[in-house]
Nanobody
Framework: QVQLVESGGGLVQPGGSLRLSCAVS????????VGWFRQAPGKDREFVAA????????YYADSVKGRFTISRDNAKNTAYLQMNSLTPEDTAAYYC?????????????????WGQGTQVTVSS
């Protein structure tokens, strides 16, 4: 079955960086678009970033534009989210998501499969 497994979360100080990874199995990775979402306690799950099948097109929420970078390595069946200049407002559980082949998932309703999430905490 389809599995998306996130890793790389943790505790980081404000201004620091983390790189999240999403290892995908159970389907042909380069047939699907990929997205990252996050959910803070008491808040709705929100879009963070998404990438097309080839990696040629990327999309970002305004709140992370210029600080976060999404990428993918189709040979390794893995997607990444490089997060720089982190602030306490970035604290959340981060979820990897697979979308349809033709539309990168920029809304939760566009997600076909979810990972289990990885916690990111930004605090001094």
């Amino acid at each position: 079955q389809v599995q998306l497994v996130e890793s790389g979360g943790g505790l980081v100080q404000p201004g620091g960086s983390l790189r999240l990874s999403c290892a995908v199995s159970g389907f042909s990775f380069d047939d699907g678009t990929v997205g990252w979402f996050r959910q803070a306690p008491g808040k709705d799950r929100e879009f963070v970033a998404a990438i097309s099948r080839s990696g040629g097109d990327t999309y970002y929420a305004d709140s992370v534009k210029g600080r976060f970078t999404i990428s993918r390595d189709n040979a390794k069946n893995t997607a990444y989210l490089q997060m720089n200049s982190l602030t306490p407002e970035d604290t959340a559980a981060y979820y990897c998501a697979q979308g349809s082949p033709f539309r990168a998932p920029v809304e939760t309703t566009m997600v076909r499969y979810w990972g289990q999430g990885t916690q990111v905490t930004v605090s001094s």
